[in-house]
């Protein structure tokens, strides 16, 4: 469209007027609703609207863009002052008044309308006939007159603002301000007011929704600057000075309600402070930071807390809770807030406005809300029904970040009349959601870092499962977090095995034959046990990474309750254990997950045979003892990890005969003596016999390697000489029992070498009774293990709660929006 | 659309009671004092049989033929109890339970407030608000 000039003042009004009317912040206005509104207010004949809405371009978009919106404002100015709709007169006309907007429902815009008017008409007062707010914000207006810089018009609109807060705060008018009776003389100093001063020279640096604010924070913050403004005129206190005249006119101004005469002495009063305002105003208070300042500011703005206040306040946290991630339980937030000596009743109301999660201690965000409310309660501000969208705690959880924008609204609308803040969001949606933004850069970080062992936990966790899981939060922490046990599984593998286990599901059903076989058996081994106590695992894995997907589809769809629902049954506990089964398991574990990634341990041993077998096939001989040999071949031949057997007899095979590798079982048999070595001897067995000979005949040929292995079986076992076939598949029986215990420790020993072999199996029996306290203390480091993994799961499923509680807080608070009248 | 709700202690006492104030609000506190009579038999009443899992919510204490008396207790003696008018047919049992989950929630809030101490009234806005909007809105 044309160019369009506005003055700063128009620029501020008429952006003022896009962000309230910019109820979806999409930057462009459908013209509907709050548009129609605004333009009935303005009380032109229907045509009238329809062409300026011609005119702006809107009818042709469809839409109101901001340009757009801005052209009809001005059109509309033009329409009131009763020129002629032209476009050309958009940028030809000057000194026109902003457009007037008769108070529909929105006062605080008719009181915007009030105050640009006055500064237009130079302290006249529109007829009152317009029924609007009387016109403290004239002052305002006038200091906003005459600077050029945007800083220096802003710096001067912030006057207006602070002033117009002060005859707020009393509350006499008919205006829907705020009821706190802070009255600007009010000179209690807050525990920081330079801070507090600082931050309004910049908030008021280009806040033109000052007048509309009229928080208690404002009052506060106006109170802090009459002390200073007392101290004379300065770069940085000129501000403040500009205001001393103020404050006293302004007490003035309170009485006035709907009558003229009293405010007609204001303006005259203004122009000359404005006059010294915009002269004192320096450049310093045309920082960027005014802008940055002016755009987050909203009507919230009163309740904003500076950054020397936050300050201040996490100083205050670090005395009570040292890390700042963590919480303030509630009987020390009662011990400290008790100290300010307000009663009972109110400091119970500042709780339950501030523990924004309601579980009973305060995380910093809701520590400086909570300390933020005392403060302006004690300088007599009036406390809200609800907690103001600029103390909300952001982001708890990554979820709470949907709720935040739903709070304006709810801040805007459901607010009983008598407050402040939630009048004054209806005019100023738009700062509102500007807030949110800068709220949460600025308290993000705090936020997150609450949650920085979960979250990252979390991240882990989805960077592998759900990326989206950040976006679908509001409401579903739950399906990520859902699986803590598959985070802890997942790491657990990572840790242990150190293979990528990017899968998610693969490394549960990992797990399950992991955990079916306490002490590292390779799937194969147990296959048959494993599958049975696997399948089970698996089932509940394949639970919970149903769950998972389900969890996190209800997410995206936003049925929460569901999720909520789905969350309920974590996986056992009891998973974690089988991970910490024997450290000679580490290869079985490997391999076992390697190999049941698919799934199954049945896969684990199918896995096992590839590697060895081949080689000792052509060896081989047959014999008897082949199942045998199959199985304890298989094992070692399946793969190192299944068996610790295996790697032991690995690097043997070349030379094996079955003999060797018998030699080597009745070793492992010897030393293990744990019942455990049961269950894997049955696996063992199980994938011995269904590996096939091949492994077996070779190690049977290998004579030397088997004498070898077979003397230090046969010295364990105490047996005669282990070459002997027959004897070795009871042997080996007897060893597949001990296999799995044995081989961590003839894993262990026989990895050493051959050499190395015959010296452990020496000391047999010494090294079994050894290799018993060996596989005790294993068990007994494997509890800890489990007990570790269990503890965190524990603090995971804590995390969960704590969410889950947050997200019932979220639903509930949507719930009460969208059923007003359920209930019952 | 409740015309009375009471929330009392376990010692039977009231912590909150508020009444429709159109109604002559005696007579409804006189009858949720009778109606903790019908609540303690029917604790001790569940309690006996299934042990220590008790449903809270006890669902219609009494009828009258002006209203219908619900009772729920939480796990820790703390009595709910609401008085609905008999005219009002279109509450259904589910209605009232969830009327007594918010207001078991809104009350654990209260007691989450440090600034609470057990057993004193209950003077919480919040906990004000939740039980504004379940009372019957004759303005």
């Known amino acids: ?359 009973g201690a305060l995380t910093l965000d809701e520590f400086c809300a909570a300390f933020h409310l005392v403060v302006a309660r004690k300088n007599g501000y009036d406390l809200p029904e609800k907690l103001p969208e600029s103390l909300m705690p952001k982001l708890i959880d990554l979820d709470d970040s949907a709720e935040v924008p739903e709070q304006p609204p709810d801040v805007a609308y459901s607010a009983s009349p008598v407050e402040v803040t939630p009048n004054k969001s209806p005019s100023m949606p738009s700062l509102n959601q500007a807030w949110p933004e800068m709220n949460q850069s600025n308290e993000q970080w705090e936020t997150f870092s609450e949650r920085s062992s979960s979250s990252q936990t979390l991240t882990q966790f989805d960077s592998n499962i759900a990326p989206a899981d950040p976006d679908t939060a509001i409401v579903h922490p739950v399906p990520i977090r859902m699986t803590p046990s598959k985070i802890h599984m997942q790491e657990m593998e990572l840790k242990r095995t150190g293979s990528d286990h990017n899968h998610p599901t693969s490394p549960l059903l990992v797990k399950p034959p992991e955990l079916s076989e306490e002490a590292k058996l390779t799937a194969s081994m147990k296959f048959v046990a494993a599958n049975t106590v696997g399948d089970g695992y698996s089932s509940s894995d394949s639970f919970t990474s149903d769950q998972e997907p389900i969890a996190r589809q209800r997410s995206q769809s936003g049925a929460s309750p569901e999720a909520l629902k789905v969350v309920a049954p974590p996986p056992p506990p009891p998973r974690p254990q089988p991970s910490h089964s024997r450290s000679s398991s580490l290869d079985m574990n490997r391999t076992f997950t390697a190999s049941s990634g698919p799934g199954q341990p049945q896969s684990s041993t199918t896995a096992f045979p590839p590697a060895v077998p081949p080689r000792p096939l052509p060896t081989q001989t047959s014999v008897p003892l082949t199942g045998h040999r199959v199985e304890a071949e298989a094992v070692p031949a399946g793969g190192a990890a299944l068996t610790t057997t295996s790697p032991q007899q690995i690097p043997q095979q070349p030379n094996f005969a079955d003999f060797s590798q018998f030699q080597a079982l009745a070793a492992s048999e010897q030393p293990s003596s744990l019942p455990e070595v049961d269950k894997h001897s049955e696996a063992g067995q199980v994938e011995k016999i269904s590996e096939g000979a091949g492994p077996l005949r070779t190690v049977k040929s290998d004579g030397p390697a088997d004498e070898r292995t077979s003397t230090t079986v046969n010295s364990a076992m105490c047996s005669s000489g282990p070459l002997a076939p027959p004897p070795k598949p009871v042997r080996r029986r007897l060893k597949s029992e001990d296999e799995l215990r044995p081989e961590d420790e003839q894993h262990g020993a026989q990895k050493s070498g051959i050499i190395a072999a015959p010296q452990t199996a020496q000391p047999s029996i010494p090294r079994s009774v050894g290799k018993d306290k060996k596989a005790i203390q294993a068990s007994i480091r494997r509890n800890k293990e489990t007990n570790t993994v269990l503890a965190r799961l524990n603090s995971e499923l804590q995390q969960q709660l704590k969410d889950l509680l947050e997200e019932r807080i979220s639903l509930e608070v949507q719930l009460e929006q969208l059923r007003p009248f359920s209930h019952l | 659309m409740a015309v009375c709700i009471a929330v009392i202690a376990k010692e039977n006492y009231p912590l909150f009671i508020r009444s429709v104030p159109t109604q002559n609000e005696l007579k409804f506190h006189y009858t949720v004092h009778t109606s903790l009579d019908v609540v303690e038999e029917k604790i001790s009443a569940v309690g006996k049989s299934l042990g220590d899992q008790r449903e809270l919510y006890l669902g219609l204490l009494y009828p009258t033929e002006d209203y219908k008396v619900y009772g729920y207790v939480t796990n820790s003696k703390v009595k709910f109890v609401i008085v609905v008018d008999s005219s009002n047919t279109s509450l259904r049992d589910n209605e009232i339970r969830s009327m007594f989950r918010k207001l078991h929630n809104s009350f654990t809030d209260v007691m989450c407030n440090p600034f609470y101490n057990p057993g004193d009234p209950i003077q919480s806005k919040a906990f004000n608000g939740i039980v504004s909007g379940m009372m019957v809105q004759t303005g």
């Open chain 1, 1 to 359: 469209m044309e160019s369009l000039t506005l003055s700063d003042v128009e620029q501020k009004y008429y952006s003022d007027l896009f962000v309230y009317c910019d109820t979806d912040n999409t930057k462009k206005v459908a013209s509907n609703g709050r548009v129609l509104d605004l333009f009935r207010a303005a009380q032109l004949p229907s045509e009238v609207v329809l062409q300026i809405t011609e005119l702006c371009g809107a009818t042709r978009l469809g839409h109101f863009g901001r340009s757009q919106f801005y052209i009809a404002l001005k059109l509309i100015a033009i329409a009131q002052s009763g020129l002629p709709l032209r476009v050309e007169s958009l940028n030809s006309v000057k000194d026109l008044p902003l457009p007037r907007f008769v108070v529909g429902k929105n006062e605080a815009e008719a009181r915007h309308a009030a105050l640009y008017q006055d500064a237009e008409s130079q302290g006249l007062y529109p007829p009152s006939s317009m029924a609007v707010i009387p016109r403290p914000p004239g002052r305002g207006h006038q200091n906003k007159k005459g600077p050029p810089s945007s800083s220096s018009s802003s710096s001067s609109a912030s006057h207006p603002a602070l002033e117009v807060i002060q005859p707020l705060a009393p509350s006499v008018e008919a205006q829907p301000e705020p009821t706190s009776p802070v009255i600007s003389p009010h000179q209690s100093p807050p525990t920081s007011p330079h801070s507090w001063r600082k931050h309004k020279r910049q908030h008021s640096g280009g806040n033109p929704d000052r007048q509309a604010v009229g928080a208690a924070a404002g009052a506060v913050w106006t109170q802090f600057r009459e002390p200073p403004a007392a101290q004379g005129p300065g770069p940085v206190e000129g501000i403040w000075a500009s205001h001393s005249p103020p404050p006293p006119s302004q007490e003035s101004w309170v009485s006035f309600t709907a009558d003229t005469p009293p405010s007609s002495t204001l303006p005259a009063m203004h122009p000359s402070s404005v006059q010294e305002n915009t002269t004192i105003r320096t450049v310093a208070s045309a920082s960027t930071t005014n802008e940055i300042q002016r755009q987050s500011s909203s009507y919230d703005d009163a309740w904003k807390i500076t950054d020397e206040q936050r300050q201040y306040y996490i100083n205050q946290f670090k005395t009570i809770q040292p890390d700042l991630t963590g919480f303030i339980p509630g009987s020390a937030a009662k011990e400290f807030f008790t100290k300010s000596k307000l009663p009972i009743l109110e400091l119970s109301h500042i709780w339950e406005l501030s523990d924004f999660d309601k579980d």
